[in-house]
């Protein structure tokens, strides 16, 4: 059996967009903040993208904060943006970096020499499963199929995914393989920067499946653009319902990925609680309930010193299973 449960939980080109509700004031309360930026740091389309705007579209939908504003800055595996966040601290206090298990595996990897200690902690959010999709049009139809099709042809049986080689997506796919009893390393990965890109990449035929968020496929699916094929949950997900697990298909393997959002070094603690009061109120508002069924998100919630110490247990875990597989 192949576990990859990252937490001790029950889980769990820069664009510049401006997106501002006029809404009514929180139930339980007063408007927490007058606006948030969100930092993300890959393209849009990705998990990063989604997670930051579907939270600021409930925290602001729901009248916690006044605006919110996002801005995407692609490059170095994510680490242009935390070096960005960390090089400007002073001026960057109203700035809430999203970010999620890659920022353990990079700076394990040396793809960035940060990590997250050199960041303020804010609080985990939100798990997304991964998923295995593929083209709408292509004649895999199950993981039995794509098993199939990388036996007859391992080279021209390629799996992308929206991160570097040796990240989340890449670690994911021979994951997957490695408990379907393929070796792990013999896999054809090509990356791409962020998910819209891949799952362009899929749709042209570049690669025959994709490795990604579970969120990210969903919303595809449902309009017919792609197929999933298999599902990283224990269980099927309300989302989508018809989308087989990898353990009904006799792959005994699991993943969730956590999402949460990192603060600037340095951030004042006033501030730091401010944040982390708007995102726990988030939980009880029925717009964070609309983005989070939407998305097939499982709720995670762990600010402080409890974030730090899941961050920390999930070094550990990554640190392991990365050696295991090859890649540090």
């Known amino acids: 059996m192949t576990t990859f449960k990252l937490g001790r939980r029950a889980l769990m080109a820069t664009a510049i967009a401006t997106l501002s509700f006029g809404a009514p004031a929180f139930a339980g309360g007063e408007k927490v903040l007058d606006s948030i930026h969100f930092l993300i740091p890959g393209g849009a389309g990705g998990g990063w993208d989604g997670t930051a705007r579907g939270t600021g579209e409930a925290l602001t939908g729901s009248g916690l904060v006044g605006t919110a504003s996002y801005e995407n800055m692609s490059g170095g595996g994510g680490g242009k943006a935390i070096g960005y966040l960390i090089e400007n601290a002073d001026s960057n206090h109203g700035t809430l970096m999203v970010n999620s298990t890659p920022i353990v595996i990079r700076s394990l990897t040396g793809v960035f020499p940060h990590n997250f200690r050199d960041l303020t902690l804010v609080s985990g959010t939100i798990g997304d499963y991964a998923a295995m999709v593929v083209g709408k049009d292509s004649p895999i139809n ?110 005994d393997t699991s993943f969730v990925n956590w999402r949460g959002f990192f603060a600037a070094p340095g951030l004042p603690e006033d501030k730091l609680a401010t944040y982390q009061d708007a995102i726990a109120k988030m939980y009880d508002t029925p717009e964070w309930e609309a983005v989070r069924a939407r998305n097939g998100w499982v709720n995670i919630h762990n600010s402080g010193d409890d974030f730090k110490s899941f961050l920390e247990d999930q070094e550990q875990v990554i640190f392991r299973l990365m050696s295991k597989l090859g890649f540090i």
């Open 142 to 251: 199950s993981m039995a199929d794509l098993l199939a099709a990388y036996d007859a042809n391992p080279s021209k049986t390629a799996i992308g995914g929206g991160s570097v080689p040796g990240g989340m997506d890449h670690l994911v796919a021979a994951m997957v393989m490695e408990a379907a009893g393929k070796d792990a390393l013999g896999v054809k990965y090509i990356p791409y920067d962020a998910g819209g890109k891949a799952m362009a990449a899929l749709l042209s035929g570049e690669i025959a499946a994709l490795s990604t968020g579970f969120s990210e496929a969903v919303d595809l699916a449902a309009a017919g653009e792609v197929k999933i094929i298999g599902v990283t949950s224990d269980d099927r997900v309300d989302a989508a319902p018809d989308a087989m697990t990898m353990k009904e298909q006799g792959i």
